[in-house]
């Protein structure tokens, strides 16, 4: 079971929301299709830039592995405030611990609304389905 | 496919097949009295020796290059060393689509990484790519990275100096991106006015040097304004001219492009061409096209492969980082086998040359009554506009009546520059024969008229 602090998307990633912020990361099972469980195979991870305003479901960067590059999508709409500058050089991160240590950007809300995502539970039937 | 004639034989089996009996059944829809029965007019066959004389003598009427060429404007002849063909068309390199496959085509591979080495070294930057179609699709291509490395932004501002095909590409590749193209023009200097154009909307500045009317730019001044407003420089270089004139990436810009047909392909028909590509390593992942990479194979020995094919559109769909998926390959390896056999020193050679010839030839016009240098303030590397003394497209004529080809009349692509602008190339393959042929005849032109 992941998480249930915290919502997802369909396309993998997770948001935890703490007041009027939240930090924005991706799945295990996300870092598991993009590397094939080798973690050396996520070459790059492109960050946005601080100060930068992000519509729902917007494209905010983009993480590529040996075979493929995937996009990263922002749960909910807001600003900006602080990357994760630590897992640029160290996607290995991503493997280890990709819903605490392997957080990417951090953002202020503008749209508190969480309630058109997905719990834990919704997601991981939506994973139960695709296995 | 052999060319193998029908016997008899084979004729009447065919026809007995469609169950006809002769040939002239076939056409019985047409009337009788429309059909054509003499013997047509044609002249016996030739022998294959009589045939190449007659071919050879009916060629001698062209005024062809190597009378003496003064025609540039984006291509330009420079001398092919027999290197060259002699290596490109190797039945390993000649294929109908040019393989990749790193297990199959090391050698492909291994001659493309030297090619961006080269290209790399050339346009002072530090990293090309396998090359693209030609030097219009790499300037536009270039323009659409630049618009994907800033953010809302989405105004180009273009020289009118960039050559017209260049400009008519972009146009055509923007018309549906939401970019829009602010052109910057041509002073009285014949030189780009930036002045005022880029601004915190400006996504790419994009200039040609030396631009086509053959003029010099301030290049490092263009790449300045464009970093003080944020927006991506891009510079599209004569390759040739980079011999004697500081790179783009000397001067400071972002990306930096060209077309490569001057090393080591021949004008034929336009082209072809194929584009050169460079950038700076951190924006490697926003470059388009194929990029070669050095790697080890699986008993770690050093090896050659496609890198970044993920950012491709066979695999990224809509989001690749551009439509782009295939170049002029063959073409290119001409221009890697040139780079390889000039060398820098060779460039550096052919470029001192062709500018020493174009600036001989511009100081003998220049003093001819009637004749003077468009712009005598800019410099030039190889190429110069002159104002005539009479419409461009009169003294071209002239100049085919003395056996050479004349230059580009101006008017065509640059109607406000009047009708007696032509533009003239010199490069190393013009013997000092011919531009006095060519001086002289244009003093006849000067003598022709009544002096003021």
Known sequence: MRPDDRKYLESHEWIKIQGDTAIIGITDFAVEELSSGNEGDLVYCDL??????????????????????????????????????????????????PFERGWMVKIKLSNTDDSNLLDAAAYEAILAKQS | MPFIQNSDDDRAEMLAAIGVTTVDELFEQIPEELRYRSRLPIDDGLSEDELRAELAELASWNTTMDSGSFLG????????????????????????????????????????????????ELLGMEIANASMYDGCSAATEAVIMAANMVRNRNTVVVSRGAHPYTRRTLETYLKWTGIEIVEAPLDEKGRTNFDGLVDDKTCAVLVQNPNTLGVIEDIEAVATEAKANGAV???????????????????????????????????????????????????????????????????????????????????????????????????????????????????????????????????????????????????????????????????????????????????????????????????EMNTRAQIDRLISTLSHIAAAQPVA
């Open chain 1, 48 to 97: 946005p830039e601080i100060g930068r305003t992000l519509g729902d479901g917007e494209t905010f960067g983009e993480i590529e592995s040996v075979k493929a590059v995937a996009d990263l999508n922002c749960p909910l709409a807001g600003e900006v405030i602080e990357i994760n500058t630590a897992i640029e050089d160290h996607l290995e991160i991503l493997s280890e611990d």
């Open chain 2, 73 to 120: 404007a984006g291509l330009y002849r420079h001398f092919i060393p027999t290197v060259v063909d002699s290596l490109q068309q190797r039945h390993e390199f000649v294929t109908a689509y040019t393989p990749y496959q790193p297990e199959a085509s090391q050698g492909t591979l291994t001659a493309f990484f030297e090619f961006q080495t080269m290209v790399a």
């Open chain 2, 233 to 427: 420089s891009v510079c599209s270089a004569y390759p040739m001219s980079l011999g004697v004139l500081k790179s783009p990436g000397e001067a400071g810009f972002d990306i930096a492009v060209g077309d490569g047909q001057c090393l080591g392909t021949p004008i034929a028909y336009g082209g072809p061409g194929w584009g050169l590509f460079a950038c700076a390593q951190k924006d490697v992942r926003r470059m388009p096209g194929r990029i070669v990479g050095e790697t080890v194979d699986g008993e770690g020995r050093r090896g050659f492969a496609l890198t970044f094919q993920t950012r491709e559109q066979h695999i990224r769909r809509a989001k690749a980082t551009s439509n782009i998926c295939t170049n002029n390959a063959l073409i290119a390896l001409r221009g890697a086998i040139y780079m390889a056999a000039a060398g820098a020193d060779g460039i550096k050679e052919v470029a001192m040359h062709s500018m020493a010839k174009a600036q001989y030839a511009a100081k003998a016009i220049a003093e001819l009554p009637g004749f003077e240098l468009a712009y005598p303030e800019s410099g030039f590397f190889n190429e110069f506009l002159v104002r005539c003394p009479r419409p461009a497209k009169e003294v071209n004529k002239a100049i085919d009546r003395a056996g050479l080809l004349g230059g580009l009349d101006i008017a065509r692509w640059y109607p406000e520059l009047g009708e007696d602008g032509l533009l003239l190339a010199f490069t």
